[in-house]
């Protein structure tokens, strides 16, 4: 009998974990001085065949990407998050609309301010969805952490 329940338990671990999804997009994180202001750079990784959607990806087609960051009294952001890749447009019939993605590296950047003469860091999360041909993951969430 306990070699029946053992069995039964290393088939179901087993089963368990090659059922859990993959997470194929690899990120760093940077910061670079730019004279007064400073460059957060976050660069995501994605492996053929997937690919990661824009931040301006339209309502009704899958998650767009959002970094969102932590409110800190010593940093002012200055503009929106830019993002540099080749950008790619397609009309996704699953979702009915023209969906904007890329592949292999996305490099999304944000300028800061920082108070003068302070050691700080810049936090937050970043919000992605992942596709390939077949299969889309569910949205991830990542937290970060970037000394400034």
């Keep these: ?11 179901l671990s087993a089963v368990a974990s090659f059922s859990q999804l993959k997470d194929p997009v690899t990120f760093t994180f940077e910061s670079r001085k730019k004279g007064t202001l400073t460059e957060v750079v976050v660069t995501a990784s994605v492996p053929k065949p997937w690919h990661i959607y824009s ?6 087609g899958p998650i767009p990407t959002k970094i969102s960051f932590n409110k800190n009294p010593l940093i002012t952001l200055e503009g929106t998050v830019k993002e540099v890749g080749k950008l790619e ?14 592949s292999n590296k996305v490099v999304f950047t944000q300028l ?3 108070k003068t003469g302070v050691k700080t860091n810049i936090s937050g999360t970043i919000e992605y969805m992942v596709c390939d041909d077949e299969q889309c993951l569910p949205p ?3 937290t970060f952490s970037i000394n400034l």
């Design 1 to 11: 009998m306990k070699k029946v329940i053992l069995f039964f338990v290393l088939v």
């Design 55 to 60: 931040q301006n990806t339209p309502k009704g």
């Design 89 to 102: 447009k397609i009309h996704d019939s699953n979702f009915d609309v023209d969906v904007l993605f890329y």
């Design 112 to 114: 800061v301010k920082v």
């Design 140 to 142: 991830t969430k990542k």
